[in-house]
C-alpha cells in the first residue's frame, strides 16, 4: 500500500508546481478477483483510494459498470439496432444474447471510510449517494464487493473471441468515472470511447491454472507463476494461480487469458520489455515470430519522434475483436497477415502517446485520441517501410489516398463537426471520418501552416508539457501557437467546430498576372510554386491575416516571394508574376500535397 501512495504523491507534485489553476482527480486501486472459468464468472474485492483535488464538494459518486451493456435492450444494443450503418460486429447481436451470455457488473456492497453507502445501478451507471459530502483536498477509501459475468465477446471485452481466445478482460471492473473542471462525466456506454482517471492499479487475479495472463503493468510473482509444464503431470498442479500486477501511472486496467498462449518477450533497445502474448498456428507463427524485432525498430522512431514512452512494459495481446489500446498493453486479433499485424500493432502502441500518456477525454475530443494515434501510426507505417523493415510502398504523396477519402466524405453531405460528441455522431461513418481522418488531418494542415521544422519540435512540446494529465483543445492549440508564433484560433474554430472546407482555385493566368479564388469556406494560407520551362522552382507564399505571422519556408527554392496577407473577407487575390507566362511551365496551389483542398483539379495550371 505504501508504494501504492507513494507513486501517486509523484504525480501531484508537479501538477501544482507547473499550475495553481490545473488539478486532476486521483486514484488507486487494489483490487482481488477470482474467475469461475466453467460458469464465466467473477467475483472481486475492490479497494479505492481516491483523492478530491477539485475545488468542489462531491455529494455524488459515479462508477461506470460497462458489462451491463451486453445485455439485450441496452442502450448499446438500442443504439446499435437503430443506427443506420451499425457496427457490423454488434449488429443485433447483443439482443440474441442468452441468459448465460449476457454481460453484467453486480455490487453486493459499497463503502466510503467504513460507512455503507446507498447506490443504484441505471443500466451502465453506478449511482452513488454519498451520506458525507468529500470536502477540496480530501482523501476517501471506497470499498466494494462486486460479481460480474463475462460476456460472449462481441466488442472489444468478452469471453471466446472469434479466434478463440477465452478471455478478453476489458471494461472488466466498476470504474469510477472522471470528475474534472467540467463536471461529471458519466456517459452511458454505447461502444464508444472512455475517460479515466489517472492513478496506481495493484492487481490480483486467481484463475485455474491452466490459464496464461497477460495484463497491464508488470507482472510481481513470475517465479512463482511460471509459463509451462512440459515436466510436470497434471495431477501435481495448482488448482489455482495467484497472478499478481502493478501498474502505475495509469487510467485503466485490462487483462486477458488463455490456456493456449505462447508467451515471448524481447528487451528493446532502450530497455523496454516487450511481450507477446498468441495461439501459435499456421496463421500466427511466422508473422508473429517477426513482430518482436520490427516492434523494436518502430519504438525508436517514435520515442525520437512523439516523446520517450514512459512505461518498462508493452503487451502485445491476442484478444478482443480487432485492436483496442489500454495501457502499457493492446488487444488484437492475431491472425493476419505480416502487414496487418504490424499496421495493428503500430496504431494501438501509438495510443501509449496519444491516450494513455496524453489522456484527452476521448469521448468528448476522440480527434486528439484517435486522429493523433492514426497520424503517428500512419507516420511511424511509412518509416518502416522506407527502411525496409516489412514490404510495402509508400505514395508520392504521403497523405494523397487520406485527403481524397476525406474530401469525398466531406462532399457528401452527411459530414459532421468534429466537435460532436463521440456519442452523439448521427452514423457510424460520420463519427469515423470526423474522429480517425479529419483527426489526423488536424496534424497535417498544421505541419503546412507551421512548416515541418517548427510543427516537429511543438509535437514533442505538447507531449512533455502535458503527459500524465488531461489535455483539452485549447492545450493543444495553445502549444502550438506558442511554438509557432502564429494565431490558430481561426483554424480551430473551422477545423474543430464546423464541417466547412477549404476550396481554392487556380482561376486566371494572363501575362504575367494570376488570380486564385475561394471557393470553400475555410480560408488557408498557400503556397505557390510556379515551375519554369528551365527547370527553376520559384515559391509565392500567401499568409492569411488571421494568422498575424508566417512560417518560414520548408524546402529551398530557386526564389521565394512572400506576398501581402490575404484577407479572410475576400474571395479572390491577384499575384503579381516574376515571369512572364511563356516562361512558365506549370503553376501549382501546394505541390506537396498537405493542404486539404477539397477538389484538387483546379490547383494546377499548365503551359498549353
Known amino acids: 500500500m505504501l508504494k501504492v501512495f507513494f507513486g501517486l504523491s509523484l504525480m501531484i507534485l508537479p501538477l501544482v508546481s507547473q499550475s495553481q489553476c490545473y488539478w486532476q482527480q486521483q486514484a488507486a486501486y487494489v483490487m482481488d478477483v477470482e474467475m469461475n472459468a466453467g460458469k464465466h464468472r467473477l467475483t472481486g474485492k475492490q479497494t479505492l483510494h481516491y483523492t478530491n483535488n477539485s475545488p468542489d464538494t462531491l455529494v455524488k459518486l459515479f462508477y461506470h459498470l460497462y458489462f451491463n451493456a451486453f445485455q439485450p435492450g441496452s442502450e448499446m444494443d438500442l443504439r446499435s439496432r437503430q443506427i443506420v450503418d451499425p457496427d457490423r460486429r454488434i449488429g443485433d447481436r447483443i439482443s440474441m444474447l442468452k441468459k448465460d451470455e449476457i454481460g453484467y457488473q453486480q455490487i453486493k456492497s459499497l463503502t466510503m471510510d467504513g460507512i455503507v453507502q446507498p447506490y443504484q445501478a441505471e443500466g451502465t451507471i453506478l449511482e452513488v449517494y454519498l451520506k458525507k459530502p468529500i470536502l477540496p483536498g480530501q482523501q476517501v477509501t471506497l470499498k466494494m464487493e462486486f460479481e460480474a459475468q463475462v460476456p460472449v465477446q462481441i466488442r472489444r471485452s468478452g469471453r471466446d473471441n472469434k479466434e478463440g481466445i477465452a478471455y478478453s478482460m476489458a471494461q472488466w471492473y466498476p470504474k469510477l468515472c472522471e470528475y474534472d473542471h467540467m463536471g461529471w462525466h458519466a456517459n452511458p456506454y454505447v461502444a464508444r470511447e472512455f475517460y479515466g482517471i489517472w492513478g496506481d492499479f495493484d492487481v490480483t487475479i486467481r484463475i485455474d491454472s491452466k490459464f496464461i495472463v497477460a495484463a497491464s503493468g508488470e507482472l510481481q510473482n513470475p517465479e512463482e507463476i511460471g509459463y509451462g509444464y512440459a515436466d510436470v503431470k497434471v495431477k501435481d498442479r495448482p488448482k489455482k494461480h495467484v497472478w499478481h500486477f502493478i501498474a502505475r501511472q495509469v487510467h485503466d486496467f485490462m487483462w486477458a487469458a488463455d490456456p493456449d498462449y505462447t508467451h515471448t518477450k524481447k528487451v528493446a533497445h532502450d530497455g523496454t520489455v516487450l511481450h507477446f502474448f498468441y495461439q501459435e498456428n499456421e496463421k500466427t507463427k511466422e508473422n508473429w515470430s517477426k513482430l518482436p524485432d520490427i516492434m523494436d525498430m518502430a519504438l525508436k522512431w517514435m520515442n525520437e519522434r512523439y516523446g520517450k514512452y514512459p512505461y518498462p512494459v508493452y503487451s502485445f495481446v491476442q484478444g478482443g475483436d480487432g485492436g483496442m489500446e ?194 470553400g469556406e475555410m480560408p488557408m494560407p498557400l503556397d505557390i510554386v510556379v515551375t519554369l520551362k528551365s527547370g527553376k522552382k520559384e515559391l509565392y507564399y500567401i499568409p492569411l491575416v488571421l ?39 506549370k503553376i501549382e496551389i501546394d505541390p506537396s500535397g498537405r493542404l486539404v483542398d477539397v477538389r484538387p483539379g483546379d490547383n494546377l495550371w499548365q503551359h498549353p
Open 326 to 519: 489500454y495501457p502499457m498493453a493492446t488487444l488484437i486479433t492475431g491472425e493476419r497477415s505480416l502487414m496487418s499485424l504490424v499496421g495493428v500493432s503500430i496504431h494501438e502502441w501509438m495510443h501509449s502517446w496519444y491516450q494513455m500518456t496524453l489522456a484527452t477525454n476521448e469521448a468528448l475530443y476522440p480527434w486528439m485520441d484517435e486522429g493523433f494515434t492514426s497520424f503517428g501510426s500512419h507516420e511511424t507505417m511509412n518509416y518502416l517501410i522506407q527502411n525496409g523493415y516489412i514490404a510495402g510502398k509508400t505514395e508520392e504523396s504521403t497523405w494523397k489516398e487520406t485527403i481524397d477519402g476525406y474530401a469525398a466524405f466531406a462532399l457528401s453531405g452527411v459530414a459532421e463537426p468534429i466537435s460532436t460528441h463521440a456519442d452523439h455522431y448521427q452514423t457510424n461513418a460520420a463519427y469515423s471520418v470526423a474522429s480517425y481522418t479529419k483527426g489526423q488531418l488536424c496534424l497535417v494542415q498544421l505541419e503546412y501552416i507551421m512548416g515541418a521544422p517548427v510543427f516537429d519540435k511543438a509535437l514533442k512540446r505538447y507531449f512533455d508539457e502535458w503527459k500524465f494529465k488531461h489535455p483539452h483543445p485549447n492545450d493543444f492549440f495553445r502549444i502550438m501557437e506558442k511554438e509557432s508564433g502564429l494565431e490558430l484560433d481561426w483554424f480551430r474554430e473551422y477545423w474543430i467546430n464546423t464541417a466547412h472546407v477549404t476550396d481554392y482555385k487556380i482561376d486566371t493566368v494572363y501575362d504575367d498576372q494570376l488570380l486564385l479564388s475561394r471557393i
Open 547 to 585: 494568422m498575424r505571422g508566417e512560417k518560414r519556408p520548408d524546402d529551398d527554392f530557386d526564389d521565394y516571394t512572400k506576398l501581402p496577407d490575404w484577407a479572410w473577407a475576400n474571395r479572390t487575390y491577384q499575384i503579381q508574376l516574376n515571369q512572364r507566362m511563356d516562361k512558365i511551365e
